[in-house]
């Protein structure tokens, strides 16, 4: 039997400089159930996109993926010819980027953008694939779809350049989505729209989703499934509610007291995590990457890398202090 | 408590030109219309609202960055009036402000001391009496003595904004207006930047205007929050009943937009969803301006504009549903709402 949904197993992608290498995503592992709403939490730098990218073979020029399996429905993505990836690119797995005004093509209006995918995928031929776009423009409540699909995306707002990726992301009901920090770059309200729609329409049509953001909130609203980034490695992963409830990693513990909440008291102090992210060449210290700026860190933390352990059903880490 | 800053129906109007040999004027951005609001000594006013909504406007007319078209803006107790450029001069840096990108407004030529020892130029200090200032405020914000001859480019982002709020407090400036200052920071680095306006506030007494799009962290840092929509404040209110008893429709909106990182709490929580996009604010709807938003508009409400109103003790809010409601029964705010499911 074709085990359902991805896999991700031992994913390294690695940048090379001329002295260094920088391992922006060093083997991380994680299964994603057909349906399931997953998200990948960590601060800019993590790797976090870059190991969404390195699913499609997407990774960013001067970067290369090392190792690892991409499992999708039984295929590993990693060993398939750019003419096979590029058939299953845009159709059964999409992508949301984060920034639509770069993503986009700047000299191509959006309507002729989205028709591009029915015209590719699907075989549509020119009229009909305009007259879906214009529907799934409609869809995505995008306000004018006739007027605005004539438009270039300079022209839009970014919340509507948003709505016309997603327009273009689901067109051809995609299995699973990869949305790249979706609504980083609009308003709440827009943000709250775009969301609601996104998973709304991932749940009707069973679309997974990997939902990759920095913001906690929309973690604990949208996703059933959290991962949490640390300097290209995966340090905690589980269920959301149990990950919440129950935080293990230091680092989680205290990313989760760093956020001002709406429902707390004002005027609070915040928890703060000391020192900076790792840099971005990653000259990461031995051990765990987290032990500089940990509370709990202990010779074992400097000399050797924690795995990850099973705590509960749902709910794995890494880190040396919660072993005991 | 007294008041240090009081604005009254600010309005700054941009026009709209076309045309390159002769131009000729086409519209008017309203990017501020008539706001009102006052500071006391020491408070926190958070300013929050979506892109284009004017606060930043707000925020640099009151540093003088932009001459309002019109309206009044008493700072401690003197009219910054008309003559708004002079005028400022004289305010001798009790006035300052802090950036939203600490990328682009250092300057990547001076050194850290340079940088924050810019607003002492006006003053005859030494170099040895100079060099002491910025010492003291380096200490301050928690940067490294030994950074003190670097360049801005060798300073990480958070380091950076603390190099802006250095230079900031080093006239000590009664008022310091923070347009966005940890939103371009990763939440680690946020949370320690929020801790250190707190701290500083506290030791040094002054007072902000805090300008951000985020409500968790405005909420956090403020004593009174403001809400913007359109160049227009719809709603100021104490920062502790924001989320209780938001009055507004769009600040309800707003607040139900803000997920919480809980999820145990995000479940129980009534999500609105506001139809459609923010209007451009050349061609703004008539009346209240949310009211083609609003799924309480009635139909004075594209009528005419509400104006604001003390509709409980110390929370104003211009809206008609409210005010008419208020009168006969009070609404169930959220937080109201969540407290009777966990009782009931």
Same mark, same amino acid.
């Given at each position: 039997m074709?085990p359902?949904?991805?896999?991700?197993?031992?994913?390294?992608?690695?940048?090379f400089?001329?002295? =260094?290498?920088?391992? &922006?995503?060093d083997?991380?592992?994680?299964?994603?159930?057909?349906?399931?709403i997953? !998200?990948?939490?960590?601060?800019?730098?993590?790797?976090?996109?870059?190991?969404?990218?390195?699913?499609?073979?997407?990774?960013?020029?001067? =970067?290369?993926?090392?190792?690892?399996?991409v499992?999708?429905?039984?295929?590993?993505?990693?060993?398939?010819?750019?003419?096979?990836?590029?058939?299953?690119?845009?159709?059964?797995?999409?992508?949301?980027?984060?920034?639509?005004?770069? &993503?986009?093509?700047?000299?191509?209006?959006?309507?002729?953008?989205?028709?591009e995918?029915?015209?590719?995928?699907?075989g549509?031929?020119?009229?009909?694939?305009?007259?879906?776009?214009?529907?799934?423009?409609?869809?995505? !409540?995008m306000?004018?779809?006739?007027?605005?699909a004539?438009?270039?995306?300079?022209?839009?707002?970014?919340?509507?350049?948003?709505?016309?990726?997603?327009?273009?992301?689901?067109?051809?009901r995609?299995?699973?989505?990869?949305?790249?920090?979706?609504t980083? !770059?609009?308003?709440?309200?827009?943000q709250?729209?775009?969301?609601?729609?996104?998973?709304?329409v &991932?749940?009707?049509?069973?679309?997974?989703?990997?939902?990759?953001?920095?913001?906690?909130?929309?973690?604990?609203?949208?996703?059933?499934?959290?991962?949490?980034?640390? &300097?290209?490695?995966?340090?905690?992963?589980?269920?959301?509610a149990?990950?919440?409830?129950?935080?293990?990693?230091?680092?989680?513990? =205290?990313l989760?007291?760093?956020?001002p909440?709406?429902?707390?008291e004002?005027?609070?102090?915040?928890?703060?995590?000391?020192?900076?992210?790792?840099?971005?060449d990653?000259?990461?210290p031995?051990?765990?990457?987290?032990?500089?700026?940990c509370?709990?860190?202990?010779?074992?933390c400097?000399?050797?890398?924690?795995?990850?352990?099973?705590?509960?059903d749902?709910?794995?880490v890494?880190?040396?202090f919660?072993?005991? | 408590?007294?008041? /240090?800053?009081?604005?009254?129906?600010?309005?700054?109007?941009?026009? /709209?030109?076309?045309?390159i040999?002769?131009?000729?004027?086409?519209?008017?951005i309203?990017?501020?219309? *008539?706001?009102?609001?006052?500071?006391?000594?020491?408070?926190?006013? %958070?300013?929050? *609202?979506?892109s284009?909504? *004017?606060?930043?406007?707000?925020?640099?007319?009151?540093?003088g960055?932009?001459?309002?078209?019109?309206?009044?803006? @008493? +700072?401690?107790?003197?009219?910054?009036?008309?003559?708004?450029?002079?005028?400022?001069?004289?305010?001798? *840096?009790?006035?300052?402000?802090? +950036?939203?990108?600490?990328?682009?407004? /250092?300057?990547p030529?001076?050194t850290?001391?340079?940088?924050?020892?810019?607003?002492?130029?006006?003053?005859? +200090?030494?170099?040895?009496e100079?060099?002491?200032?910025?010492?003291?405020v380096m200490g301050?914000? %928690?940067?490294?003595?030994?950074?003190?001859?670097?360049?801005?480019?060798? +300073?990480? %982002?958070?380091?950076?904004?603390?190099?802006?709020?250095?230079?900031? @407090?080093?006239?000590?400036?009664?008022?310091?207006?923070c347009?966005?200052?940890?939103?371009?920071?990763?939440v680690?680095?946020?949370?320690?930047?929020?801790?250190?306006?707190?701290?500083?506030?506290?030791?040094?007494g002054?007072?902000?205007?805090?300008?951000?799009?985020?409500?968790?962290?405005?909420?956090? @840092?403020?004593?009174?929050?403001?809400?913007?929509?359109l160049?227009?404040?719809?709603e100021?209110?104490?920062?502790?009943?924001?989320?209780?008893?938001?009055?507004?429709?769009?600040?309800?909106?707003?607040?139900?937009?803000?997920p919480?990182?809980?999820?145990?709490?995000?479940?129980?929580?009534?999500?609105?969803?506001?139809?459609?996009?923010?209007?451009?604010?050349?061609?703004?709807?008539? %009346?209240?301006?949310?009211?083609?938003?609003?799924?309480?508009?009635k139909k004075?409400?594209?009528?005419?504009?509400?104006?604001?109103?003390?509709?409980?003790?110390?929370?104003?809010?211009a809206?008609?549903?409210?005010?008419?409601?208020?009168g006969?029964?009070?609404?169930?705010?959220?937080?109201?709402?969540?407290?009777?499911? @966990?009782?009931?």
């Amino acid at each position: 039997m074709i085990p359902e949904g991805l896999q991700v197993r031992d994913l390294c992608t690695y940048f090379f400089g001329r002295t =260094s290498v920088n391992k &922006a995503v060093d083997g991380i592992s994680y299964e994603v159930r057909t349906g399931e709403i997953m !998200a990948i939490v960590g601060e800019s730098g993590c790797g976090k996109t870059v190991s969404a990218l390195s699913l499609l073979q997407l990774n960013p020029p001067g =970067s290369r993926i090392i190792r690892g399996q991409v499992l999708w429905e039984g295929r590993d993505l990693l060993r398939m010819g750019a003419d096979e990836i590029s058939r299953i690119r845009g159709k059964e797995i999409s992508m949301v980027f984060q920034e639509p005004l770069t &993503a986009l093509n700047p000299i191509m209006t959006i309507g002729q953008q989205i028709a591009e995918v029915f015209q590719t995928h699907e075989g549509l031929d020119k009229k009909e694939a305009e007259r879906k776009t214009i529907e799934m423009l409609e869809g995505v !409540a995008m306000p004018d779809p006739e007027k605005r699909a004539k438009s270039y995306p300079f022209q839009l707002s970014g919340g509507m350049r948003q709505r016309a990726m997603i327009a273009m992301a689901l067109g051809c009901r995609p299995a699973l989505l990869i949305a790249d920090e979706p609504t980083t !770059a609009v308003d709440v309200t827009i943000q709250a729209q775009l969301l609601e729609l996104i998973t709304s329409v &991932a749940k009707e049509i069973k679309t997974t989703v990997i939902l990759i953001t920095h913001n906690l909130g929309i973690v604990a609203r949208y996703a059933s499934k959290i991962v949490i980034m640390y &300097a290209g490695k995966f340090v905690e992963k589980g269920e959301t509610a149990e990950l919440y409830a129950h935080p293990r990693h230091p680092y989680t513990i =205290s990313l989760l007291k760093a956020v001002p909440r709406l429902d707390q008291e004002s005027k609070q102090k915040l928890v703060t995590i000391d020192g900076q992210p790792p840099p971005l060449d990653h000259r990461l210290p031995p051990g765990c990457s987290f032990h500089p700026r940990c509370i709990h860190a202990r010779e074992k933390c400097k000399e050797e890398i924690p795995a990850f352990r099973r705590i509960s059903d749902n709910h794995e880490v890494a880190c040396w202090f919660v072993e005991g | 408590m007294d008041i /240090l800053l009081e604005v009254k129906d600010l309005k700054k109007y941009f026009p /709209l030109t076309k045309g390159i040999l002769r131009e000729r004027q086409i519209g008017l951005i309203k990017a501020v219309d *008539g706001v009102s609001f006052t500071i006391k000594k020491g408070e926190t006013l %958070g300013l929050v *609202g979506e892109s284009g909504c *004017g606060k930043t406007t707000t925020g640099r007319c009151i540093m003088g960055l932009e001459e309002p078209t019109s309206g009044k803006i @008493i +700072f401690e107790d003197k009219d910054l009036g008309s003559s708004y450029g002079l005028e400022f001069k004289k305010l001798q *840096g009790r006035v300052q402000i802090i +950036f939203q990108d600490p990328y682009g407004s /250092l300057d990547p030529r001076l050194t850290a001391e340079q940088i924050i020892a810019e607003p002492l130029m006006v003053e005859k +200090f030494n170099h040895s009496e100079t060099r002491e200032k910025v010492k003291e405020v380096m200490g301050l914000v %928690g940067l490294d003595l030994e950074m003190i001859n670097r360049y801005a480019h060798m +300073f990480s %982002g958070g380091q950076r904004q603390r190099i802006s709020i250095a230079r900031a @407090i080093i006239r000590r400036p009664s008022l310091i207006v923070c347009d966005e200052p940890v939103s371009a920071l990763d939440v680690s680095i946020q949370a320690q930047i929020i801790n250190l306006f707190m701290e500083l506030q506290e030791k040094l007494g002054h007072s902000y205007l805090f300008i951000a799009h985020d409500l968790s962290v405005v909420r956090n @840092i403020s004593d009174w929050v403001a809400v913007m929509y359109l160049g227009k404040i719809v709603e100021i209110v104490r920062a502790m009943e924001l989320f209780r008893k938001p009055l507004h429709f769009y600040t309800r909106a707003l607040i139900s937009a803000v997920p919480i990182p809980d999820p145990s709490v995000e479940k129980e929580r009534q999500r609105i969803l506001l139809k459609g996009e923010v209007p451009s604010p050349l061609n703004p709807p008539s %009346g209240c301006h949310f009211h083609p938003r609003c799924w309480e508009a009635k139909k004075i409400c594209a009528e005419e504009e509400p104006r604001m109103k003390e509709v409980e003790p110390e929370h104003w809010a211009a809206c008609w549903v409210v005010e008419k409601q208020l009168g006969s029964r009070r609404l169930k705010t959220e937080g109201e709402r969540i407290l009777c499911k @966990i009782l009931s």
